[in-house]
Nanobody
Framework: QVQLVESGGGLVQAGGSLRLSCAAS????????MGWYRQAPGKQRELVAQITRGGSTDYADSVKGRFTISRDNAKNTVSLQMNCLKPEDTAVYYC???????????WGQGTQVTVSS
């Protein structure tokens, strides 16, 4: 099993910044992609950003140029630097990690990010 623990959420004004961090522990051998998803009230969970073990990244169009994902393979951590935050970024943010084969993914408990206008 893999445990993912997030930190860094909170309340910020529009235009501000937050940094989310996630630490993986447990059976972390062979983890591939790590990333962040978010879910706003009444909406489906969506991918925000993802980074592979090799460093390839993928971002949702809505956060490109504002958010930066990074990863420390030695420490088994992934971080999300969020700048120029907008009210529409308000959501619960979940850390995610996966491995394959067979494909298995893991989730953190979520951390609330609230951006006030």
């Amino acid at each position: 099993q893999v445990q993912l623990v997030e930190s860094g959420g909170g309340l910020v004004q529009a235009g501000g910044s937050l940094r989310l961090s996630c630490a993986a522990s447990g059976y972390i051998f062979g983890l591939n992609a790590m990333g962040w998803y978010r879910q706003a009230p009444g909406k489906q969970r969506e991918l925000v950003a993802q980074i592979t073990r090799g460093g390839s990244t993928d971002y949702a169009d809505s956060v490109k140029g504002r958010f930066t994902i990074s990863r420390d393979n030695a420490k088994n951590t992934v971080s999300l630097q969020m700048n120029c935050l907008k009210p529409e970024d308000t959501a619960v943010y979940y850390c995610n990690a996966d491995r394959s084969p067979p494909f298995t993914d893991y989730w953190g408990q979520g951390t609330q990010v609230t951006v006030s206008s």
